[in-house]
Structures are given as C-alpha cells and as structure tokens.
C-alpha cells in the first residue's frame, strides 16, 4: 500500500489542485464579504433600520454567537458526512439566508437572517481549509493555503470600494426603499454563487474517504486527479500505486445520542498525543483573532475620534482628554473618505499576505508567525507614544494586520498535527477559541479603553508576546514529517 501523501507527490499540484484552489479562492472572498463586509453594509443602512449603538451590539453579538454555537457541530459533520458535502449544504443555506436578509424590511428580521448567516457561514469556514489542503501535498501547505488568503485583502479593498460607488434609492411600496446596502448584499453574493457551482463538479476529499473506510472512493478520486494531473493515458497503475492508505485511520463509530456521540468523538483532541498542541494554537489563535478583527473593529472609532480633534497628542491622552465625547461614525451615506481607512486596511492585508509567501520560500512557518506577532507587538508599544495621523493609522494597522497573517498560518500547523478523522472538529474549536477572542477583546477594550487607556494596548503587547511564546512550543515542521500523518 502507497501512503497517501506520496501518490500526491507523485501528482503534483496540477489541474485539480488549480481547479479546487480557483473554488477555495472564490469561497474565502465570499466568506470575507459577509464577515468583513457586514460593518460596512450596517453603516449604510442605519438610517433605513434605525441602527443604534444598542442594536449595533444586539446585531455583531448575535452573528458571533451563531458561529460560536454552530462551530463545533459542523466541524463534526464535517468528518462525518465529508468536507465538500458540509460546505455544499451549509453554503447554499447562507446563500439563502444572506439573499433574504437584503430585502428586509425591519431590523429584527434582518437581525434574524444575520444570525442564519452566522450559523450556516461556519460550514465553509471551517471546511474550506481542509478541503484544500487534502488534496495538497504537505511541502505546497502553508503556500497554498496563504494564497487562497489573498482573497481576504482583495474582499476588504474592493466591499468598501463598491460601498462608496454604488448610489441606489428606489422607493417600492410605503415607507420601503430599496437602498444601496441592499444591492451591496446582492453583490456581495456573487463570488458565492460562482464557488458553490463549481465545488458542485468537484469531488470529495480522497482523505476523508479513506477516514471512513470507502478506500475505492479514495482510489477513484485519485485516478481522475491522476487524468487531469498527468494526462488521459497515465493511471495510477502506471505510477506503481495500487492502493493507498494513511495512518492514524479513525476507529469504530460511537453509537450514542448526537451530544454524546459529539463529545466521545472530539475528547481525543483533550488526550494525548493531541491536546498539548491543540491547546497551544487554540490559545494563539484565540489571541490572533482577538487582535486581528475584536481590536480592528475599534480601529475605525478611535480614528474618527482622534480626527476630529486637533490637538497632536498620543491616543491615550487623547482619548482621557476627549473619550467621553459621543462621536457618531459616518452612516447612511458611504463616500472614499468614510470607507478610506478601510482600503488602506484592505490594501495592507493583502501586501502582508504577499510579503507572506515570499516569507514562506526561505523562512518555516513557526519563524514567520513569530516574527508577525513579535511585529505587532511593538508596534502595540508604539501606540504610548505616536501622535502624527498618519503615523498612528500606520502602527494601528502594523498592530491589526499581522495577526490576521499569521493567523492562516497557525490553523495550517494545526490542520498538519491532527489526523484526518479529527480535523474538522479540531479547526471548529479552535475557531470558537478564536471567535471568544473577539468578544473578549472587544469587552476588554471596551472597559478600559476610555479609563486605563495604556492598559488597553500594551495588553495586546503582552497578549502577542505570550502567543509567539506559545507557538515557538509546537513541534518543528521536521518533526511534523517525520511523525504525524500529513
């Protein structure tokens, strides 16, 4: 028997693997729209749903809640009924949910469909990764994986670009309009569509098979990436590859109710040989996320405030002085100047994920994640003492932009330390870890930002050097290859 991981060595990253990273491209930047394009859609439609601050919390809360909820069990039913099947239901599902959400005509319904959003946007989030990286040799990993990232930077420029253009005001019945934040939905959806039609013709995960005992389903799969890869006359035969496998299979099924049957099955990522290094990225992706989106979330507050005064002054001086004022964020009416922090942020991820993959050409990804995040941290040192505009936008993003980049990289490290069978309930709690991250930077923030302002940044400081800590900890990628399964 071949091992796996060898019969994709032989194959390469061909036709397939380019068909599927295409597919993974267009999911992950419909993933980003309805993520990272939510806050742009809220502050175009403020004025027809009657948004406050309140329903502002009740709104980002309820999203975040739905995906901390739902995470663990699709993460489960992704090793059960397979990677492609979960994104497939679950995508045309938020599909849905979203489309609907456009046309509502009162914030408790749109309310309502966000949370389905939330709950469904999980499926592909959590199987989108794996899916990839199952039919990616284990040296093209963390590249391939960073490439399909791109796709976040390019969603983050061009949401707020579209935002600012699209000027829509059609009145249809009553006191219902409909307005630019609907078609902005609309549009939104369109990488969406294009991905789940072409991950409809695409196959499942020769891995997954084999982790449910279907090894000619794993066989047949490979024979047509072995066609697409090297060309109708070449078959698996022909390669000296008559059947394959790849350790750690799983074992019997557990036979108990669905809470049970969930928690029998995820306990060996609490046991050895597994729980130290799912603790470890859990804990730097609870960090990364907190980071990256819980302190990205304020950037865009504390920027408008301190550019409606003055003074030259360092943030924290300025938000004793000032913080107590109730500024409003520009709504309703999106131009360049509301959105332009927002490219510039866009712009910044997506040069930092390029910057990545050259990174990744000479550098291991432990190296790399501890070089982002010991960079955030000074930059987090240098927000006690910044005071020009410019130069505060350009440290706050130094401080946001490089968890969000290694961020890839540590569920990559995890995805390579856990077996098949395991996989996607893995990713799915170590995505609630980082999902809680959010809410609690957001609460941290939000209580000492005004009042013990220093506290705030040089928290994440401390935060970032106790997560570079902990990444260094993990087993080398040596030792990955040699052994635990790819």
Partial sequence: ???????????????????????????????????LGLSLIVASNSCDLHIDDHRMSWLMSAVFAAQILASHYVGDKSDEIGRRKLMLISGSLMLLSSLLSAFMPEFWSFLVLRFLVGVFVTGPTVSMQTYLSE?????????????????????MIYVPCIAAVIKVNVHIYNDYV???????????????????????????????????????????????????????????ASLGVSSVTQPRLRGAPIKRNCVARLWYESLPLLQKPYVRNFFLTSIAVFVQFGASFGLGVWMLRVRHLILQIEETEPIC??????????????????????????????????????????????????????????????????????????????????????????????????????????RGKAVALCLIFGRAGVLTSSMFIGYTLRQHCYVTFNGFVLAMIAAMILILLLPSESKMMDNLSK
């Fill in 178 to 236: 409909f307005s630019s934040w609907r078609l902005l939905i609309l549009l939104n959806l369109l990488p969406g569509i294009g991905a789940f039609i072409m991950l409809y013709r695409l196959p499942e995960s020769p891995k997954y098979y084999l982790s449910v005992n279907e090894d000619d389903k794993a066989m047949a799969v490979l024979e047509k990436c072995c066609r697409l890869n090297k060309g109708k006359d070449v078959t698996l």
């Fill in 1 to 35: 028997m071949t091992d796996i991981d060898d019969v994709y060595h032989l194959l390469g990253f061909g036709r397939m693997q380019r068909t599927i990273f295409v597919c993974c491209m267009l999911i992950q930047i419909y993933i980003s729209n309805e993520q």
């Fill in 135 to 155: 039919f990616t040799k284990f040296s093209l990993r963390p590249k391939v994986l960073n490439y399909v990232s791109y796709a976040i930077g390019l969603s």
């Fill in 317 to 422: 001086e300025l938000m004793k002085e000032h913080g107590h004022q109730n500024l409003k964020l520009p709504t309703c009416s999106l131009n360049f100047h509301n959105v332009q922090d927002s490219i510039y942020h866009g712009v910044f991820v997506l040069f930092a994920f390029v910057l990545t993959s050259f990174l990744l050409m000479c550098i291991r990804r432990r190296t790399i994640i501890s070089i982002y995040l010991l960079t955030a941290g000074l930059a987090g040192l240098m927000l006690n003492f910044a005071k020009d505009d410019t130069l505060i936008l350009i440290v706050f993003l130094t401080l946001i932009v490089p968890p969000i980049c290694s961020l890839r990289l540590t569920v990559s490290l995890l995805i390579d330390l856990i077996p098949t069978h395991l």
